[in-house]
């Protein structure tokens, strides 16, 4: 018969699971650090540390998981539980004091049960232990050195104690040759073989591989072949290889290249994909070869070729770039790209855009960047002539070659031009941002309106 008393309070307990078969309960804590060592790494929240051999300086700890068992999910509980069980059947008297007739005589059970607490923290030494040689050493008092085999610490012998055997340590005969002292002491220094601790113990709880290498010196293993040789590695996945009896790759596109750049210096990538007609894969890796690309100023989103500088030639006026924008209308196309395909690179440039402006032809595009050489006008014609000597003296890092008065005019005019097509096609005041404005207000409407920027070609190509 079992019996279980209640106890609303339960005790909390420290349960270690100790790795081995526990014969001597007080040798099994001191290989824990003792029981004050235990309580003050329990309550720092410092993991308990398992020494098998505690006097072995070179002993590795074997290091506790610490689980907490205080909230209970999986419905498993640990307690603590005292049993009981009597040898005989033992009798306990109940009721009160008159005559005897009245009390009454109870068995007591022969088997007791008293939960004592609730485990909380469970350490557990599940890790793999290091396999370690400690050292050993063949010496007794009383029998010859080949007989007895005891273990001895060898710091004291290796490593001076005190100051002053560390001033005659130098002073031992380390040979042995010599006569031996009867002293334990020189016994145990001339017959200390030599022992080497373990380079470094596990860091990791786990097996893992650790292998022993020489560190690798990347610069020797580059070497020196001769200057300006070995200052970086090779690119070769910029590279185009063919083999020996191959033809040269790409002889027209690059004939097609230079004659365009003979042509006039400076082209923008709308007018070069329309005149080549080649892939933009192909242009973006070609391009580069002939021109540079010049980012803001007179000559903004513009390719200029290699050996000319139009801040020097006062024939540079004509090559200027000149950005116009658009309000939405039906009979120009809305956020049309200039760029190929990304997803298939080897098709076609699929369309192509128009780069010259035509008097009575609405732009392809909502905004567009026009050369003044490419505007079919009068009033942008005839800068372009021989003839024409209303530029600066000098050239301005902004304007250019041309006062920005001039620049404005032929923006209004353009604007003009485009308004009187609209209104012949019905559709009348589509031009916005009146016949003024200047460039850095057209940028902002080009960038974040139309989203049609060179500044995606400089990383296309």
């Not at 080897?346 to 732009?363: A, H, N, Q």
């Not at 942008?380 to 600066?392: G, M, P, V, W």
Request: glycine share 6%; hydrophobic share 35%; net charge neutral.
């Amino acid at each position: 018969m079992l019996v279980q008393q209640k106890n609303p309070n339960l005790v909390e307990f420290v349960l270690i699971e100790y790795p081995g078969v526990i014969q001597n309960v007080d040798a099994a804590v001191q290989t824990l650090g003792g029981l004050r060592t235990i309580s003050a790494a329990h309550f720092a929240s410092n993991p308990i540390e398992l020494q098998f051999r505690p006097d072995n300086l070179f002993h590795s700890s074997l290091i506790a998981e610490r689980r907490n068992q205080g909230v209970v999910f999986s419905g498993h509980l640990n307690l603590v539980i005292r049993v009981r069980k009597r040898k005989q059947e033992q009798t306990e008297r109940k009721g009160g004091g008159g005559s005897s007739t009245f009390n009454q005589q109870e068995k007591l059970p022969l088997i007791e049960v008293k939960c004592l607490g609730m485990v909380s923290t469970v350490y557990s030494f599940r890790a793999i232990c290091d396999f370690q040689y400690l050292p050993l050493s063949n010496f007794n008092l009383n029998e010859s050195v080949d007989e007895a085999h005891i273990r001895h610490d060898l710091v004291p012998i290796l490593v001076p104690n005190d100051f002053l055997s560390s001033l005659s340590w130098w002073n031992e005969d380390h040979s042995g040759s010599s006569q031996a002292s009867t002293s334990l002491t020189s016994k145990l220094f001339n017959e200390a073989h030599q022992f080497l601790p373990p380079y470094q113990f596990s860091r990791y709880n786990h097996p893992s591989k650790f292998l022993l290498h020489d560190e690798v010196d990347h610069k020797a293993t580059r070497g020196n072949v001769g200057h300006g040789k070995s200052l970086r590695c090779e690119r070769k996945s910029l590279t185009t290889t063919v083999n020996a009896r191959d033809p040269c790759k790409n002889p027209d596109q690059h004939r097609m290249m230079i004659e365009l750049f003979a042509e006039r210096p400076l082209w923008s990538r709308v007018a070069i994909c329309f005149r080549l007609r080649l892939h933009t894969a192909l242009l973006k890796v070609i391009l580069a070869k002939y021109a540079f690309y010049i980012q803001s100023g007179p000559w903004g989103r513009l390719w200029c070729r290699f050996g000319y500088d139009p801040r020097l030639d006062k024939e540079g006026r004509k090559y200027q770039s000149l950005m116009v924008s658009f309000k939405r209308n039906q009979f120009i196309p809305e956020r049309q790209r200039l760029k190929a395909n990304t997803t298939a690179a080897g098709t076609p440039y699929g369309e192509f855009c128009d780069y010259i402006y035509r008097p009575g032809v609405l732009p392809e595009l909502r905004q567009m960047w026009y050369s003044i050489l490419d505007i079919q006008l009068p009033i942008a014609q005839k800068i372009c002539r021989n003839d024409y000597f209303e530029f600066l003296r000098e050239c301005d890092p902004i304007t250019g070659w041309l006062p920005a008065a001039q620049l404005n005019a032929i923006r209004a005019a353009l604007k003009a031009d485009v308004n009187l097509t609209s209104t012949r096609l019905g559709n009348s005041a589509i031009v916005g941002g009146g016949g003024g404005g200047n460039e850095e207000e057209d940028d902002e409407i080009v960038e974040d309106d139309l989203e049609f920027s060179d500044d995606e070609d400089i990383n296309n190509f």
